[in-house]
Structures are given as C-alpha cells and as structure tokens.
C-alpha cells in the first residue's frame, strides 16, 4: 500500500478534479500523462514530497481489522457449514465456498469504505488530518447505507 500511495494520490487528484475548477487542495487535471505529472510537479512544488502521502497513516486502520474480519468470518463459515469434511460433496463444498465468499466480503468492505472516504478526502487536502475529516462526515450527516 505505501509504495503505490503516490500514484493512489494522483489517480485519485485526477478523479476528483474531473475537468471542472479544483477544490482547495485539489489541482486540475486536464489531459493525459504530461498533465498529471504537471500536477504532481506543481503539488510537490507547493506542499513538499509528504503531499503524495497524505492519507497514508490511515490505511492500516482500515487495513488490518478489514482483514482480519474477512477472513474470520470465511473460515468461520467454512467451519460452521463443515465444507472441509471429506463426506462433503462438491456441491456443498462450492456453494459454501460461494457464501463465505459472499458475506466475507461486506465484513471487509463494511470496514474499508469508511477507510476509503477518510484516505481520499485527505488526499484531497479537505481535512487537516483522519480526526478532523471523521468529525466533518459525522457533523455534516454521519454515515449512512
């Protein structure tokens, strides 16, 4: 995750930015690969190299309990549903397989897509830092599905 951050911020600059006047923080991206490296140029220029890895300190916050819980909750499933007995039939063995899948995922993405927004906005530059961003989503709405 921490070696491909920059390119993480430039894509996501780039995203966000989509042809219209920038946010503070933000800078316009117009154009092809030239364009980007000029605004990575200009953001380095402006805020010094740290700027590329702004947001990064959240990641494993995100990252390991997101983990964790995804595959808990597979080999849990796998467990409880015993798809790993030898009498299991193929079938079982890949429709269990399906569902841990399935619900392995939102336990992970349930964790993630928050990590995501804070690591994003901070990118942008919105948000001095996770504990100022995190206050903003809550005053301005909180969380919702």
Known sequence: HTLMFPIDTIKTI???AGGREPRPG???VKGGTSARLDVVRGLVAK???GVLWRGVGVVPFGCIPAHAMM???YEGIL???GSRRETASPERVAAVGAVAGGVSTLFHDAVMVPTET???RLQLGYYRDARHCLQRIMANGGVSL
């Open 14 to 16: 780039t995203q966000a």
């Open 26 to 28: 933000e800078a316009a």
């Open 47 to 49: 805020n010094g190299v």
């Open 71 to 73: 595959f808990s909750a």
């Open 79 to 81: 467990e409880l549903f």
């Open 118 to 120: 804070v690591k994003q």
